[in-house]
């Protein structure tokens, strides 16, 4: 029984989330907090042209937010297949999972449709738009995709 009285924690959903949306120029980042409830932006990675100085990039950041799992978002096509992009996104999975497994960190992918429409909208409906919108588009959309996948943990 934890503390409080409540029902022991699942050891299993302790520790913080990292979520990725890989794009052709941008890696959006965005974390949980530790009890796995609600997602928060990170910010976003400049791709180099060089994956393995990105990888390295995601490592530390990973590092830095302490997340035990990480979410990859999967662009599938809109009926639901893997395309281009999305054998591509399950190449960086791989390359990302031999690196980050062997440390303890669990790597997992989630379906990121339209999570980067939904992430436009929100920051229309807040008021950002043009280049401010465009500047934070990325973390945001790894931020939706990771409470869609905490909300269904």
Do not use: C, N
């Amino acid at each position: 029984m934890s503390e409080d009285g409540g029902a022991p924690p699942d050891e299993s959903a302790r520790g913080r989330v990292a979520a990725l949306d890989l794009g052709a120029r941008r890696i959006g980042v965005a974390y949980s907090d530790s009890r796995r409830t609600l997602a928060s932006p990170w910010g976003m990675l400049e791709r180099s042209g060089d994956p393995v100085h990105d990888r390295k990039a995601l490592v530390e950041v990973i590092s830095e937010v302490e997340a035990g799992t990480v979410v990859i978002g999967l662009p599938l096509s809109l009926s639901g297949k893997r395309g281009p992009a999305a054998r591509e996104a399950l190449s960086e999975v791989d390359a990302l999972r031999a690196i980050l497994e062997p440390m303890g960190v669990t790597v997992e992918t989630a379906d990121e449709r339209f999570t980067t429409v939904e992430a436009q909208r929100s920051l229309t409906a807040s008021g950002r738009k043009g280049r401010a919108a465009r500047a934070v588009v990325d973390s945001a959309a790894a931020m939706v995709l990771l409470q869609a996948w905490l909300d269904k943990a």
